[in-house]
């Protein structure tokens, strides 16, 4: 699935069906266009539905995070 567009401050889920023999990757890219620092929190988790490794953190003004 692919999402773009220009969320302010909201919450998003972002399906995503991979093949088990790989042949791709997925990248998210968070940017602040704000004047203020911003806090991000990414909850990835498994097809079984099992949260994985909690990302999260600030994000300078006009500054991005490729993840």
Known sequence: ALVSGIFF???RWVSHVTSSTGGFDTWILITNTG????SYQIQPYTSSGSL???RSG??????????
């Open 52 to 54: 994985t490794t909690v």
């Open 9 to 11: 401050g909201q919450s």
């Open 58 to 67: 600030t994000i300078q003004p006009g500054a991005f995070l490729l993840s």
């Open 35 to 38: 004047a203020s620092p911003a």
